[in-house]
């Protein structure tokens, strides 16, 4: 047997393009991309929900939106953007100088308007003054600043990202901003691609549209439109995602070992981190590579089926720290049923119109008797704050859905995966282009590759 053993955090052993040959490595962002880049949102504007939301749809990419509590934000359209996968987070309660004093009250109030898995973990401070950091860090796995160059330090982080979580910076955008045009934004993605590093983005309103309290330093949304469109088209090298998602990613990564052994032809990676807060749970997964000489592999985690290619001698996967066992087999498992089923409709109303929940709807020949955009009702937490949609790199994926059952569903109804949920996020399948029914526990959602 052949066991080797390494920590996440050794100097140079997880840097993209390592020298070494390490028979397992966690990647310093996920896919193995070499930057990472957040979009973030201030003031809750109408414009965020009519024409952002959108935006991002089409790209494939996720967003974090910072909301103000007592500016009486489009609360249900803000709850449709969580149910497509963004990130809602806290900009207090009354935007005053300084939020000392609010910073659990306005997680509070948000995460009672809001179905999330871990509710609010994000907070962006209005005008850019940093409040009580103990009580951000108490609430919170992420304060952000604003430009880090107005208080002395650079706007973008590196891989280990900020020396302090509760100034996190993020660089102004619009008219009174750094970042103007399409250039800007992609100049700063190039940047953090050659560093390895970290870059965010903090945009109040956009150039003519609704924008409510917003009003500051309005953006250009087609400058933002087109580095979306770059970001896509270069997305094996940058990884676009919401603040919190990338600050759970990368605390994990630097806490996380993992530990490889072969045995009767199957590999077997244990992958574990000891982080433990009363915020977050901490099962964002993380993207590995395993030294694999097979043609074909079949990679679970605790039984549940997951994503996987082999690519130049390696297999590539996302897996979930302290989630259970990892084995790579050689491919023999036999494929799910291509028989036709039809899923149960689900009780709940629908979230969105492409990635939606179902509710009265006959998913054999895909036709549909009746339709609704309804936000979701109460239901237990467990299924609310489950979202499914399209991924940038056309993969079906699958949040807030820890230890549930997930069926993927083509458009002839064949069932075409079928696994269980692991992690805060998961990606549950890639195919052909078409309409996709996923169903989730008692829940039916529909989306489209």
């Given at each position: ?41 201030d003031d809750g504007a109408p414009s965020h929900v009519t024409d952002a939301g959108p935006m991002f749809k089409k790209y494939g ?125 992609t100049g700063r993605m190039q940047k953090v691609i050659q560093s390895n590093g970290w870059a965010a983005f903090l945009t109040h ?34 990884w676009v995602a919401p603040m919190g998602h990338v600050a759970m990613y990368l605390k994990e990564r630097k806490a996380s070992k ?192």
């Amino acid at each position: 047997m052949k066991k080797v053993l390494f920590a996440a955090s050794a100097v140079g052993l997880f840097a993209v393009g390592s020298a070494f040959a390490q028979d397992v490595e966690i990647a310093t962002w996920s896919g193995f991309r070499k930057g990472a880049a957040s979009f973030t949102f201030d003031d809750g504007a109408p414009s965020h929900v009519t024409d952002a939301g959108p935006m991002f749809k089409k790209y494939g990419y996720k967003a974090t939106f910072n909301v103000v509590v007592n500016w009486n934000p489009n609360w249900s359209g803000f709850q449709g953007l969580a149910d497509e996968g963004h990130e809602i987070a806290s900009h207090s309660n009354s935007h005053g100088n300084n939020m000392s004093g609010e910073e659990a009250s306005s997680k509070k109030s948000i995460e009672g308007k809001i179905n999330q898995k871990y509710g609010v973990i994000t907070v962006a401070y209005p005008n850019c003054n940093v409040p009580n950091e103990s009580a951000v860090l108490q609430n919170y796995i992420v304060g952000r600043i604003c430009n880090g160059s107005w208080k002395g330090m650079a706007d973008e982080m590196g891989k280990d990202g900020p020396s302090n979580w509760a100034q996190v910076p993020a660089t102004m955008t619009g008219a009174e901003g750094q970042l103007k045009s399409t250039n800007d934004f992609t100049g700063r993605m190039q940047k953090v691609i050659q560093s390895n590093g970290w870059a965010a983005f903090l945009t109040h309103g956009f150039q003519g549209k609704q924008n409510g309290n917003a009003n500051y330093s309005p953006t250009d949304i087609n400058a933002i439109d087109g580095a979306l469109k770059w970001a896509q088209q270069n997305d094996k090298d940058i990884w676009v995602a919401p603040m919190g998602h990338v600050a759970m990613y990368l605390k994990e990564r630097k806490a996380s070992k993992a530990e490889a052994s072969s045995s009767g032809g199957n590999i077997t990676v244990k992958l574990t981190h000891s982080i433990a807060d009363n915020i977050s749970k901490y099962d964002y997964p993380l993207s590995l590579k395993v030294k694999y000489d097979g043609s074909k592999a079949e990679v679970t985690q605790a039984g549940a089926k997951l994503e996987s290619k082999i690519d130049g001698g390696y297999v590539y996967f996302d897996a979930v720290p302290n989630a259970g066992e990892i084995v790579i087999s050689g491919g023999t498992t036999p494929p799910p049923s291509s028989s036709s089923v039809e899923p149960p409709a689900s009780s709940s109303s629908a979230t969105n119109p492409e990635s939606s929940s179902s509710s009265g709807h006959h998913w054999g020949p895909w036709t549909q008797s009746s339709s609704s955009t309804t936000a979701i009702a109460a239901d237990p937490a467990s299924l609310a704050a489950v979202a499914v949609y399209r991924t940038a790199d056309n993969y079906i994926e699958v949040s807030g859905a820890q230890g549930l059952e997930i069926s993927v569903f083509n458009s002839l109804g064949h069932k075409v995966r079928e696994t269980r949920g692991l992690g805060y996020v998961q990606k549950v399948f890639t195919g052909a282009k078409g309409v996709y029914i996923v169903k989730v526990g008692n829940r039916t959602f529909k989306t489209r590759l």
